[in-house]
């Protein structure tokens, strides 16, 4: 069944003025910030944090349209974005405009996953101050936990029309499930680690290293796509009829959908790239070399770099009329198009711990939701465009990928090899 493969797995700013605190009560610093954890702390920690001066993050320079479509690809796409595809991970929702946001994030005195917890060693119990749950938040709630990858999980595949959900791992195997019973039902091996997980219709792409397998799932073909690969294939893309495949020599393969050979092979990254997306009729790439580079799908020509992270780009996605980037940096920048056509950054969050990736989804009131994952083995879900923190997911390492699903549904793939299924409720108070 190998397939070789002749070749998926990373400005200017707005400044957002500090958060001035009055009065003698002497407010703790580093509670505003979320992350004192002194219980004798001998400042003060109100209940609600002081809100900051608002500024907006809208650009000026583009006008949002009062309903906005989610849907496209289920992978990496936002609302605004039209991307034909026979299936859509949400249904078709109406966005209000919003102009202003906080200029700090809303940060809680949230409570740390106790470490001996997780290891079954805690003496305290109920008492013990610290979290006993894999996560916190009233918007959502976990459905399962799927085991049998032993290493890293890279990818999660939810195909168009099917109820099997695929996985792909660093063990070297793809898993099939099926998502009525929870059950693995098929497991498929391969010669070497699986890099990317990626489908569009019916269907199913698998990123290896110098290779890529492919499968229709509708009459269980396997397809061969031939070109130069070279290195593990780190991300995958589809747009305007053609797949994109993101490589660690740095330089992204292009198939057309009606031949089985390399049509173009986009150069310029000097370093592997690590995360693909597509919107607005463009490809947006992020690499190892800390920058992101724009490509126009019509000629695939490189239309502008950008600079503005310090470490490996690792996630993109298109939102609304945004380009969101996540970095190991431990920045979320948010980019739009001045009246030039060129991104700049027009807000960004300071995580504090390396960006992995994230996704888009939207709750049963509309209300878009960034899935963040970031390396302190937890996941933030954040709501927009204000960046309210709505909860947050643990794990025992870092969760590597994320995906989403029709009806709420999103799921988290792990270093470990632990693939959890998680629902948005239906009914969620902001």
């Known amino acids: 069944m190998e397939i070789k493969v002749a070749r998926s797995l990373p400005g200017k700013s707005l400044e957002f003025d500090r958060v001035k605190v009055g009065g003698s009560a002497g407010v703790c610093r580093f509670w505003m910030a979320g992350c004192c954890k002194r219980s004798d702390c ?3 920690h109100p209940e609600v944090p002081v809100p900051g ?23 990496r796409q936002g609302p605004g974005f039209e991307v034909k595809s026979a299936k859509k991970p949400c249904d078709v929702t109406q966005i209000a405009q919003t102009s202003e946001t906080k200029d700090v994030l809303k940060r809680q005195n949230k409570k740390q996953l106790c470490k001996y917890w997780v290891t079954g060693n805690c003496v305290y119990g109920d008492q013990c101050k610290n979290l006993h749950s894999w996560y916190y938040g009233d918007g959502f709630t976990m459905l399962a936990k799927l085991n049998g990858h032993t290493k890293a999980v890279t990818g999660i595949a939810l195909p168009s029309g099917s109820d099997m959900l695929y996985s792909v791992s660093k063990d070297k195997s793809m898993r099939v499930w099926n998502c009525h019973t929870g059950q693995c039902g098929e497991v498929v091996n391969f010669d070497d680690e699986c890099g990317s997980l990626m489908c569009e219709g019916p269907c199913i792409f698998v990123g290896l290293p110098s290779a890529i397998k492919a499968w229709n799932l509708e ?4 397809v061969a796509l031939n070109g130069p690969l070279v290195g593990q294939v780190y991300a995958m893309e589809v747009g305007n009829n053609m797949l994109f495949a993101a490589t ?7 198939w057309r959908t009606c031949s089985s050979q390399v049509a173009a092979t986009l150069k310029g990254h000097t370093a592997a790239v690590v995360s693909l997306v597509v919107g607005a009729n463009r490809l947006y790439s992020g690499s190892m070399d800390k920058t992101i580079k724009m490509w126009d799908l019509e000629t695939l020509k490189c239309l502008q770099t950008l600079h503005g992270h310090s470490e490996v780009v690792m996630s993109l996605l298109c939102w609304d009329s945004f380009l969101f980037s996540g970095s190991l940096d ?6 739009a198009a001045t009246e030039s056509g ?23 009131e509309a209300k878009p939701i960034l ?10 879900l954040y709501e927009l465009p204000s960046f309210t923190e709505r909860g947050r997911i643990y794990a025992k390492a870092e969760v590597r990928t994320l995906q989403i699903g029709t009806g709420g549904l999103f799921f988290t793939g792990d270093a470990m090899g632990q693939l959890t299924v998680w629902k948005l409720n239906e009914n969620v108070s902001s």
């Open 330 to 335: 431990g920045q979320i920048k948010v980019w």
């Open 248 to 254: 660690h020599e740095g330089n992204i393969s292009v």
């Open 219 to 222: 009459c269980r073909a396997e």
């Open 371 to 380: 899935l963040c994952s970031c390396n302190d083995n937890s996941v933030r």
């Open 53 to 75: 001066v608002k500024k907006s993050w809208k650009n000026p320079n583009y006008h949002v349209p009062k309903t906005s479509q989610i849907g496209g690809i289920p992978r």
């Open 42 to 44: 001998r400042f003060l």
């Open 342 to 364: 060129k991104l700049e950054v027009v807000h960004e969050c300071d995580e504090g711990h390396g960006i992995i990736g994230f996704f888009g989804i939207t709750d049963a």
